[in-house]
């Protein structure tokens, strides 16, 4: 039995806990906010409650696992969880309107025919098909494996392009950008794709062709609703490490890594005290972690991701019937969007890294907005009123100045504006409203500039991967978004496993079967 120290208390943190403790290890975590949970955080007021992280579960199959290898209760006794349908709901500059249902090939093919015309259907589930090729080719080696230390067949781009024939065919990275372009035919059909991306603060004019399995993935495995908000599946998942004795530390910051013959021995905290360890995870944003840890920092230091922009609307009046869960609304300037998040350099695809910015940041623009509507009396004071979350993938603090004031005033007047298109007679139903910043995100979580680190993917030579989950200190592992195989949900759920994987059977270990 190994006494471990965990630094962090995220969702892949606590999945590796959790995994790590049903193992037989000694397990103790060490969180420097007041609670659990990272990035999936809560806000209540009045009787509203909201997601202040992810509103929705992609890849349930990840937690599932989690929670039937770490006890006898699976994970749907310890939360409700339910399909969204129809999964979204698309509003685009020109008016077009559709509803995509959940997790149904067909279906989504006759709505888009039936809203953008004939063979519009067609031509994105002919995409989603190639997807499917991309996803064959990496969920082992991005998903299931740690990253190995020849990351070569990974910097290639497995999306088979259709490319075009002809004297003046095009040349050069094949970018999602250019996939939308030349394979859908249609600039709604490209916004749709372009804001899977987005989402996940990925610019589709750098991000490889392989992006195309973030949609694939939504549109295969479907979209799920945590009932009372997803921070409800970050309660379960604390509840699930109390259960397997795995001690955890609030308001205790870890300052420094503590070394020993060269190997990790543990932590000094911020007051001064040490505690001796066996191993050392962390779960903690590259910044936190070179102050740590200088000697398990990448040897390069990748650009801070964008972060997001979050407004919590307080509705009077009721929820009506057939609303969907989630709306996007596009923007109608993508170009100005994507420069105003990402900068407007020419780089090639990755640039100084994953998610590379550069430039001046501005806020004066439209943005694609995502509306949550959930259906959940979990969330609101009553039947008589409704809580609704607007977010947007913004530049992080820093290329702008979330602190609050009239650019963030202004910026989540903008996101109102734009959410009007999904909920009718909004400013007359509005009893207040809350904004989170990047800002507001780093302070909280210790991310600089407040980035949320996207997924990673293959090609583009390897600029979309994370450091591994194994470092160059031995003994010291790395668990979250911020380490392979990247941000979200679910991929932090992976990181917990892979980490424990390691841990319990050695550095030769390859992956689950």
Not at 62 to 90: I, N
Not at 417 to 433: F, H, I, K, T
């Amino acid at each position: 039995m190994a006494r471990i120290v965990v630094i962090g208390a995220g969702m892949g943190a606590m999945a590796a806990a959790a995994r790590l403790a049903v193992a037989g290890h000694r397990v103790a975590v060490y969180e420097r906010a007041a609670t659990h949970g990272g990035g999936v955080g809560r806000l209540d007021r009045d009787g509203f409650v909201f997601d202040t992280g992810p509103g929705l579960v992609h890849l349930p199959a990840v937690y599932r696992d989690l929670f039937v290898k770490t006890g006898k209760e699976p994970l749907e006794r310890c939360v409700g969880l339910s399909q969204v349908d129809p999964a979204s709901r698309h509003v685009f500059a020109d008016g077009t309107d559709v509803s995509l249902p959940n997790a149904s090939r067909a279906g989504v093919v006759q709505a888009l025919d039936d809203a953008i015309g004939p063979g519009a259907g067609e031509r994105w589930s002919d995409l989603v098909n190639r997807a499917r090729e991309v996803w064959d080719a990496t969920r082992r080696p991005l998903l299931e494996e740690p990253l190995r230390e020849d990351r070569t067949a990974l910097g290639e781009d497995p999306y088979p392009a259709v490319r075009k024939r002809g004297l003046f065919r095009r040349r050069g990275p094949v970018t999602l950008a250019s996939v939308a372009e030349r394979e859908l035919g249609d600039a709604r059909l490209a916004a749709l794709l372009e804001s899977h991306a987005l989402a996940y603060g990925l610019d589709p004019r750098r991000a490889p062709g392989s992006a195309t399995v973030l949609p694939y993935m939504e549109q295969t495995f479907g979209s799920w609703y945590v009932s009372g908000g997803v921070r409800a599946l970050a309660d379960a998942l604390y509840e699930r490490c109390r259960a397997r004795k795995v001690e955890f530390h609030f308001g205790a910051e870890v300052a420094r890594l503590l070394e020993k013959d060269g190997r990790a021995a543990g932590v000094e905290l911020a007051d001064g005290s040490v505690v001796e360890a066996d191993l050392v995870v962390a779960g903690v944003a590259p910044g936190q972690l070179a102050r740590i840890a200088p000697g398990a920092a990448a040897t390069h230091r990748a650009p801070v991701p964008p972060g997001r922009f979050t407004v919590f609307l307080a509705l009077r009046g009721a929820r009506p019937e057939g609303v969907v869960h989630r709306t996007v609304v596009h923007t109608g300037d993508r170009a100005a969007e994507l420069a105003a998040v990402f900068g407007d350099d020419d780089r090639p695809a990755g640039g100084r890294g994953a998610g590379s910015v550069s430039g001046s940041g501005s806020a004066d623009y439209r943005p694609t907005v995502t509306v949550l509507r959930p259906d959940d009396p979990a969330t609101r004071p009553d039947d008589g009123h409704e809580a609704v979350t607007l977010s947007a993938t913004v530049a992080p603090h820093g290329r702008v100045d979330w602190a609050g004031g009239p650019t963030a005033d202004g910026f989540a007047e903008r996101m109102i504006d734009a959410a009007a298109a999904a909920v009718p007679g909004l400013r007359e139903r509005l009893l207040w409203w809350e904004v989170r910043t990047p800002a507001d995100t780093e302070a909280a979580l210790g991310a600089e500039g407040g980035g949320v680190p996207a997924p990673v993917l293959a090609g583009a030579d390897g600029r979309f991967l994370r450091p591994g989950n194994a470092t160059a200190v031995p003994g010291l592992h790395l668990a979250g978004g911020f380490a392979h195989p990247g941000g979200g949900l679910a991929h932090a759920g992976m990181s917990g496993a892979l980490v424990a994987g390691l841990i319990v059977s050695g550095a030769d270990w390859r992956g689950s079967q």
